[in-house]
């Protein structure tokens, strides 16, 4: 570690986030004792629980998803292990950024002080370069102390190098105007970064941006945009090109390293949550994993991805986000278990979950979607797409789910409800939509559903779905060639509705043009709307008319008095 101002007094002292003051020797002391338990626990940091619970250790705050020290021993990296080797352990700071009582801001290590001043980002900086150089094994600093980040006119950003945890349990509040300048954490060409806790108020550029970084480990990332009106918007920007709509790229794999450090990420807009991208280098980034996010206001994403090979997402929960909750692009193979998103002021198109850009083989476990412009988008050649189950409930923009032009995607389940425009829109290769509930409860003429489920593509299965009250146009259309299935769908089918049964007529009754494909193998579902009043049986049967098929009902038992009935026409 080097040393790079003078140090302070000996009786400079810092006040924990449960407001216990401690000395500058005791929170050096924090470092190298006892690590993060104690740093936090402030005078409950006894060994043992303080509410009758589990022993923890050190860490009387365990809960799922801590560390358990054993008997106050860390059994943390036990890959780092050699035999002639014991690395620090993962939970204990290498370096402490703190903030004593006269509102300075320190960053002390195991053995001495590294920085010290007012500059609060600057500060964080100063103990991310003082960790060992060159370093193959991952060092970490801990930021307890609160900030505020002031209006600034050149880019502000803490950058992050290859092998660095960096836990932020405190908070970093950004206070710019102007142009948006700010990020708070940002990674290029770098490896082996993992941020375990992140929590960023007010209005940075991006809470977070990594750009062509591997093996990457975020787990609590809390952004909470405000005040983005004193922001210039990002048109305004003297370097935008109107003529182009844009911005020369951030992403161009050739530009120099400090070229692109110097860029403050142009992508078309500004104020979204978290960004990992793998676009300035030839090959996609890789291994990146995210346990879960709380994004709230972004005037873009809450969370994009672009250009990464094996992605894995806990939970994303994006609040009154212009854009998308989670927004994949070009990903390969990912694995999310819930995307969440609320919307109702978004002028945009954007979805709750989107998939763009050539997105291959992802599975979603949950989608819920509550107002926003769409619920689920899957588009432009993104192929081998799964979700589990939806909850999506007043999409505001042309369908609960889009599907458009792309392969193999299969919806397992779920509701969605009072849409405009069609419950689900699927255009595909292979699409299976299957268990899924699709109704408009709204009054009469506040019912803007088209349709409950509308298909054109090939290969799909459309199966065992109940579209009743689905849509004002129809229920279900489906527009397939031989090899769809559609069966098992209340409320609609390849044909859906009612005749009457006319008594002493042969045949009984005949409703044309149920299908026009000559090689598909139909069957019909019926049901009496009243009871007859006598003996009743009845026999059906396809008819090809030489354009079309017509489903033809003929009496074998007559009750006497005409019966209306209904059918559903599936194809097997």
């Known amino acids: 570690m080097s040393d790079n101002t003078p140090p302070q007094t000996e009786q400079a002292e810092r006040t924990n986030r449960t407001g216990s003051a401690i000395p500058r020797r005791g929170a050096l002391g924090l470092i190298g004792a006892a690590g993060l338990g104690a740093a936090f626990s402030g005078a409950a940091s006894a060994s043992g629980s303080t509410s009758g619970g589990p022993e923890t250790g050190n860490q009387p705050w365990y809960k799922w998803d801590a560390d358990v020290d054993a008997c106050d021993n860390g059994l943390y990296d036990l890959n780092s292990l050699e035999v002639d080797h014991t690395y620090t352990g993962a939970r204990e700071p290498d370096v402490i950024v703190w903030q004593d009582d006269d509102g300075t801001y320190h960053a002390d290590g195991t053995d001495d002080y590294v920085a010290s001043g007012d500059d609060y980002l600057g500060i964080i900086q100063a103990a991310v370069d003082s960790l060992t150089e060159d370093r193959t094994?991952?060092?970490?600093?801990?930021?307890?102390?609160?900030?505020?980040?002031?209006?600034?006119?050149?880019?502000?950003?803490?950058?992050?190098?290859?092998?660095?945890?960096?836990d932020v349990p405190a908070t970093i509040h950004v206070e710019d105007e102007g142009q948006s300048l700010v990020i708070p954490f940002r990674g290029l060409a770098e490896e082996e970064i993992e941020i375990p806790r992140l929590n960023v108020t007010g209005n940075p550029r991006f809470g977070l941006v990594l750009q062509n970084c591997d093996n990457v480990r975020l787990g609590h990332i809390n952004v909470q945009f405000e005040n983005l009106d004193v922001l210039d918007p990002y048109q305004d920007h003297p370097?935008?090109?109107?003529?182009?709509?844009?911005?020369?790229?951030?992403?161009?794999?050739?530009?120099?390293?400090?070229?692109?450090?110097?860029?403050?990420?142009?992508?078309?807009?500004?104020?979204?949550g978290i960004r990992v991208s793998g676009r300035s280098r030839e090959g996609d980034?890789?291994?990146?994993?995210?346990?879960?996010?709380?994004?709230?206001?972004?005037?873009?994403?809450?969370?994009?991805?672009?250009?990464?090979?094996?992605?894995?997402?806990?939970?994303?929960?994006?609040?009154?986000?212009?854009?998308?909750?989670?927004?994949?692009?070009?990903?390969?193979?990912?694995?999310?278990?819930?995307?969440?998103?609320?919307?109702?002021?978004?002028?945009?198109?954007?979805?709750?979950?989107?998939?763009?850009?050539?997105?291959?083989?992802a599975t979603i476990g949950n989608v819920l979607s509550r107002d926003a412009p769409r619920g689920i988008h899957i588009t432009s050649g993104s192929d081998d797409i799964t979700v589990g189950n939806v909850n999506i409930i007043g999409a505001r923009n042309n369908a609960g789910i889009a599907i458009d032009g792309v392969e193999n995607i299969t919806i397992g389940g779920g509701l969605i409800k009072n849409t405009d425009g069609e419950g689900v829109r699927a255009w595909g290769n292979t699409v299976t939509i299957t268990n899924l509930r699709v109704v408009d409860e709204r009054d009469e003429d506040e019912r803007n559903q088209t349709h409950g489920i509308e298909f054109t593509g090939s290969n799909g299965r459309i199966v065992n779905n109940d579209v009743r009250d689905g849509g004002t146009v129809a229920d279900l259309h489906i527009d397939v060639d031989d090899e769809t299935v559609v069966r098992g769908n209340i409320g609609g089918g390849l044909a859906a509705g009612t005749t009457t049964l006319e008594s002493d007529a042969e045949p009984a009754a005949r409703v044309e043009g149920v299908s026009d494909d000559w090689a598909g193998s139909l069957s019909a579902?019926?049901?009496?709307?009243?009871?007859?009043?006598?003996?009743?049986?009845?026999?059906?049967?396809?008819?090809?008319?030489?354009?079309?098929?017509?489903?033809?009902f003929e009496w074998e038992a007559d009750p006497g008095s005409n019966l209306e009935l209904e059918y559903v026409v599936d194809r097997l």
């Open 137 to 166: 094994t991952k060092e970490r600093v801990l930021v307890t102390a609160d900030g505020t980040v002031e209006a600034t006119d050149e880019l502000e950003q803490v950058v992050l190098p290859s092998y660095t945890v960096v």
């Open 285 to 361: 980034a890789t291994d990146i994993l995210l346990e879960s996010a709380y994004i709230e206001n972004a005037n873009h994403h809450a969370v994009e991805f672009y250009d990464i090979d094996r992605v894995q997402i806990g939970r994303v929960l994006g609040n009154e986000m212009q854009g998308c909750g989670l927004i994949l692009n070009g990903i390969t193979d990912a694995t999310v278990d819930s995307v969440i998103g609320r919307n109702p002021s978004s002028s945009t198109a954007y979805a709750t979950f989107r998939c763009a850009n050539d997105c291959e083989n």
């Open 239 to 272: 370097n935008f090109d109107p003529d182009n709509d844009d911005f020369p790229p951030s992403h161009e794999p050739d530009r120099p390293r400090d070229e692109q450090l110097a860029d403050p990420v142009h992508v078309g807009e500004i104020n979204e």
């Open 525 to 552: 579902r019926t049901h009496l709307q009243d009871e007859p009043p006598g003996q009743y049986a009845l026999d059906h049967r396809f008819e090809w008319t030489g354009e079309e098929w017509d489903l033809v």
